[in-house]
Nanobody, 132 residues
Framework: QVQLQESGPGLVKPSQALSLTCTVSGGSITTKYYYWSWIRQPPGKGLEWMGA???????YYSQSLKSRTSISRDTSKNQFTLQLSSVTPEDTAVYYCARVDGSTWYDPEVDLGNRVNEYDYWGQGTQVTVSS
């Protein structure tokens, strides 16, 4: 059974950077052909895919957040991390890490954000509030 657990600060000040870590158990983040994503849900809004890191280590980002987002991994700890810079109150959301099997996909860069319904394992989510 794969389990994902988000961790990080619940409160971040505007203009600062947000860092969240997802710890994965029950499966390796390097196993073909899984992709590990960060997805968020602002209050009263739908899910927004932010970016992902593939089993290979390749990264993919939402065009709207690309300039502020960085995703990395530590394979020795089976963790991957989201860094979001220059946060504003509009970045207030519940942040989720999640896994998807991309073995049948032709274009992960498109599919990662458009097939959120195919993600099979999710963390419980962590609330992040941006406020001074």
């Amino acid at each position: 059974q794969v389990q994902l657990q988000e961790s990080g600060p619940g409160l971040v000040k505007p203009s600062q950077a947000l860092s969240l870590t997802c710890t994965v158990s029950g499966g390796s983040i390097t196993t073909k052909y899984y992709y590990w994503s960060w997805i968020r849900q602002p209050p009263g809004k739908g899910l927004e895919w932010m970016g992902a890191i593939a089993f290979s280590g390749m990264t993919y980002y939402s065009q709207s957040l690309k300039s502020r987002t960085s995703i990395s991994r530590d394979t020795s700890k089976n963790q991957f991390t989201l860094q979001l810079s220059s946060v504003t109150p509009e970045d207030t959301a519940v942040y989720y890490c999640a896994r998807v099997d991309g073995s049948t996909w032709y274009d992960p860069e498109v599919d990662l954000g458009n097939r959120v319904n195919e993600y099979d394992y999710w963390g419980q989510g962590t609330q992040v509030t941006v406020s001074s």
